[in-house]
C-alpha cells in the first residue's frame, strides 16, 4: 500500500464525535422549533456569495478575514455573518416577499481568525430577524427579547438575563447635554463598559473632550440601577423635553409591558443603560444576554432595531429587528465547563440483537415492525458472539435491546432488556412496540444544559 | 444614497423563496427523520478541509472543478461531496467510533461545473453509509435499499424501481468465460447502456478486443430479465462454478430475501445485470433508482458496497456500504416538472390580528398562549386598516386567523376564522388552543411530491 496521508483537520475547526454531535443537533433543533413556533420562515442562502455584493459595506478586520479567492473570471467569498446576504435577499426579491418578513437562519459562516480558544473559523449562528417595509411597529421590538427568553429556557438555562436599552434615549439624552456630536462615540466608549471597567470609560471620555460635568451626567445615566420600574421612573424624572429622549424613553415602556403580556419573568429582564451594541447600525432598541453565573461568557445571544437592512443594494427602506446566538461558541463554552448532558451515540431507542445467524431474518422482521410503530430501531447484522453483540449495545448507549433466539423466534416472543436498570423480560412480539413506548415515554427528557 | 450594488447571487447557485424553501426542508426533514428512524447518527463535517486530505485520491475532472485555494500558507478546498470527507473522519476517530458505525450526512457540497439546467455548483447531498471494521455482514447490504423505498415512499413518490446487481457477479461471469483482464473495462461500458444504448455497447466491446461469441455472452447476462425468482433462477440455471461468481450470487439471495423480510414490496425491486456504478470502488452489490415515469430524471439515489472506506489514510480495513441522494438536483426536478405539493409560506399555524392598536397587548397575551399550548403562531404588529391584516394574511398563506376586536377583548373571546373554508366562528379564548388543535389535525398532510 502507498505512503498514508495523516488524517486531519484544518485547525480553527470544530468537528464532534458523535455524542457531542447528537447534543449539538439537540440545541439546533431546539432553537429552530422555538423560531418556527413564532412563525419564522427558514431561509438557506448559498455559503459563496460574489465579493462586490458580499463586500459593499465590509472593510477592516472583517475583511482581512474573509475566505475570498477567484475561480475563473470569478471574485467570490464565503459569507462571514448571516446578516449581510439576508441584506442581499431580501433587496432581490423584495417584490416577492411579504412584509413583515420574518426569516431565520441557522447556517454556517466563515472567518479566518487567529486561532485561539473559543474562536472559530467555520462557526453557526443562529439568527431571527423581522423586517418591514418602510416601517416596522415598535411591538416586534418585543417579540424579539421574549424569543430569547423561549429558546434559553428550552434550552435548560436557568439563571439568566435580557439587558435591554434604547440608542435614541442615550442619543436624545447627549443631545440634551449638548454632546450631539460625539454621540456616536460616546455610545461606543459606553459599550466597553463591562470590558475596561467604569474608570477607564471617564479616561476616554475625557480623551474625547469632555468637561467633568458632561462626563458625571453621561456616567450617571449609564450607571442607572434598579427594577425595571424603578429604572424607567428615574428617568422620567430627569424631566427632559428632548424630542429623541422621549421617543426612546416611550419605545422603552412600550417594549417592556409587552414582554411583561407575553409572560416574560422580570427576573430575566433588565435595563442595562450601558449596552449600547457599539456598531452604529443599531437604531433604537439593543439587546445583550448573560448567564448569572458566567459573566465572562460575554453575551449569548445580542441583537437590536435597525433602520435600513438593505441600503447598499435599493433605495426602499426596510427596517428591522432581529438577533443572533453565535451557536458553535455558546456549544464550545457549555462543553469545555462541563454543562452539556450528554445522552447516547445512537438516535435509536432500540437495538435487535440475533442470538445467531439463523435469527437474523427474524430480526429484520421484528426491526421492521418497530419501526413502523415509530420506533427508532437498529437491527445488529455482525455474526460473533453474543458477548461482543451486547458491549456494542453498551457502546453506543441504546436505551432498550430486544433479543432473539431460537425459542423466541419459535414462540414469537423477544427479550425485551432495559439497558439503564439492567432489567429483562420476556414479551411477544405483538407488544414490543406499545411496552417500548410505554417505557420509553416514561423517561425524563434530559436539557441540553446541566442546572444553571 | 450612493450609487447601489444590484443584489444577485452567483450563477449555478440554488436559492429558494420561503413557499419553495418550506417544502425544500420537509423534504430534508423527512430523509433526515427516516435515516434516524434506522438508527443512523448524523454528522456534520467542515466544509473547508486541507487540500493535501481532500485530494490524496482525487483527479480528473473533479479536480479541475473543486473550489481550491490558499490563505496565509494553508492550502485548502471545499468539499466536492460527503464521502472523502467521511472517510478522513472514520480514519481521524477509529478508536473513538463503534463498528459498525453508521453515520448520515445532509450537507452541501461544491463543484465549479459549467452552469447547466439541473447542475448545481453548491449542493445538497443526503448520505448514508455503514462501515464495518475488517469485515461487514451482507445483511447491511439490504438495509440500504430499503432505507431508500421507505424514504421515497414518505416522500410520496409512488411508482420507481430499486436496480440491484452485484459487481462479484460479473467479474466472476467474466473470469469463467476468459475475461479476467478486461473485467473493470466491461463493467464500465455495460454501466452505459442506458445511455448509449446496446449497439454501442457491443461496438464498445468489439473496440476492446472481445470475440463475437464472448460478446453474446457478456450480453446475455447483461440482458437478463424477469421478477427476482426468476432472474436468480436463470443465473443458478447458468451452472458456472466459478467461486465469485457464486459468492456474488448467494449475496444477491441473501439481499432479495432480506428485503422480503423488511417488508419492501418486490413491485419496487428489480434485479438489473447492467447496473454496475462504473466506478472501482465498488466491489458487490450496487444500487440504482429510477422512477418509473421519468426515466429521464437518471437515478435518484445511488450507491452499494466498497471493500475499502479510508486507504488513504490508514492501513485497517474498513469495508462498508451506502447510498447518496442528490437532494438538490431531484428537489430541481420535482420543482421543474411541477411536482412538488407546495403549501405555505409560513411555518406558523395561526396569526393573531389585533382590531386596532388598543387590542395588541391582548394579542400579544393570545399569541403567547397558544404557543403555550404547541401551535405556531405569529402575531401580527402592524398598525394598519383590517383590509391590509386579512391580505397579510392570504398572502403567507396562515391556515387560521384569530382576529380580537374590542368586544372580544372585553368578552374574553376571539373570533376564529379558517381561511381555506372561508368560515369563522366566536370562540372563548381558554378554548381556542383546543378548537384549533382539532381543526388542525383534520387537515389532511400533503406529501411532498404529488401523485406519481
Known amino acids: 500500500m502507498t505512503q498514508k496521508t495523516t488524517p486531519r483537520i484544518l485547525s480553527g475547526f470544530m468537528e464532534l464525535l458523535p455524542e457531542d454531535q447528537l447534543v449539538f443537533e439537540r440545541m439546533r433543533k431546539i432553537i429552530a422549533e422555538t423560531y418556527e413556533s413564532f412563525g419564522f420562515v427558514e431561509l438557506d442562502t448559498p455559503v459563496l456569495e460574489l465579493s462586490e455584493i458580499l463586500l459593499a459595506k465590509a472593510g477592516g478586520e472583517t475583511e482581512k478575514q474573509i475566505y475570498r479567492f477567484t475561480k475563473g473570471d470569478t471574485d467570490m467569498c464565503m459569507r462571514f455573518d448571516l446578516t449581510v446576504p439576508l441584506s442581499r435577499y431580501v433587496a432581490q426579491h423584495q417584490n416577492e416577499l411579504s412584509f413583515p418578513f420574518r426569516r431565520y437562519q441557522i447556517g454556517k459562516s466563515y472567518r479566518g481568525e487567529r486561532p485561539q480558544r473559543g474562536r472559530f473559523r467555520e462557526f453557526y449562528q443562529a439568527d431571527i430577524d423581522i423586517i418591514g417595509s418602510e416601517n416596522l411597529s415598535i411591538l416586534y421590538d418585543a ?7 423561549r429558546v434559553l429556557t428550552k434550552l435548560g438555562l436557568k439563571r439568566f438575563h435580557i439587558r435591554m436599552n434604547n440608542r435614541k434615549l442615550l442619543q436624545g439624552f447627549y443631545e440634551e447635554i449638548g454632546l450631539t456630536e460625539q ?5 461606543r466608549i459606553i459599550d466597553k463598559t463591562d470590558k475596561i471597567g467604569e474608570d477607564n470609560v471617564r479616561l476616554c471620555l475625557l480623551d474625547l ?10 456616567l450617571e445615566l449609564a450607571g442607572l440601577k434598579g427594577s425595571i420600574a424603578d429604572v424607567l421612573a428615574q428617568l422620567d424624572s430627569f424631566g427632559i423635553q428632548n424630542a429623541l429622549f422621549k421617543e426612546g424613553l416611550s419605545e422603552l415602556k412600550t417594549v417592556t409591558d409587552a414582554l411583561n403580556d407575553m409572560g416574560v419573568p422580570e427576573s430575566h429582564l433588565k435595563i442595562d443603560l450601558r449596552i449600547t451594541r457599539g456598531l452604529d447600525y443599531y437604531t433604537g432598541t439593543v439587546y445583550e444576554t448573560f448567564a448569572d453565573d458566567f459573566p465572562k461568557w460575554g453575551s449569548i445571544c445580542s441583537g437590536g432595531r435597525y433602520d435600513n437592512l438593505s441600503g447598499y443594494y435599493t433605495d426602499r427602506k426596510l427596517p428591522g429587528v432581529g438577533m443572533s446566538i453565535g451557536l458553535t ?3 464550545d463554552v457549555l462543553k469545555s465547563q462541563n454543562l452539556l448532558n450528554k445522552g447516547a451515540k445512537t438516535p435509536a431507542a432500540v437495538l ?3 442470538m445467531s445467524a439463523n435469527e437474523s431474518r427474524a430480526a429484520l422482521k421484528v426491526g421492521t415492525i418497530l419501526r413502523q410503530e415509530g420506533i427508532k430501531t437498529e437491527v445488529y447484522g455482525v455474526d460473533t458472539k453474543f458477548k461482543n453483540k451486547l458491549s456494542y449495545a453498551n457502546k453506543i448507549g441504546v436505551p432498550y435491546v430486544v433479543i432473539l433466539g431460537e425459542n423466541e423466534v419459535a414462540a ?5 432488556k432495559d439497558m439503564a436498570k439492567g432489567e429483562q423480560q420476556t414479551v411477544g412480539q405483538d407488544k414490543l412496540a406499545p411496552t417500548i413506548r410505554l417505557m420509553h415515554k416514561l423517561e425524563p427528557i434530559l436539557p441540553v444544559i446541566k442546572d444553571c
Chains 1, 2 share one sequence.
Request: avoid cysteine; proline fraction near 6%; aromatic fraction near 10%.
Open 143 to 149: 417579540e424579539i427579547p421574549s424569543i430569547i427568553y
Open 209 to 218: 473632550g469632555l468637561k467633568a460635568d458632561k462626563i458625571a451626567k453621561v
Open 352 to 354: 435487535v440483537i440475533p
Open 329 to 331: 461558541r455558546f456549544f
Open 183 to 187: 454621540s456616536a462615540e460616546i455610545l
Open 412 to 416: 414469537n416472543t423477544a427479550v425485551l
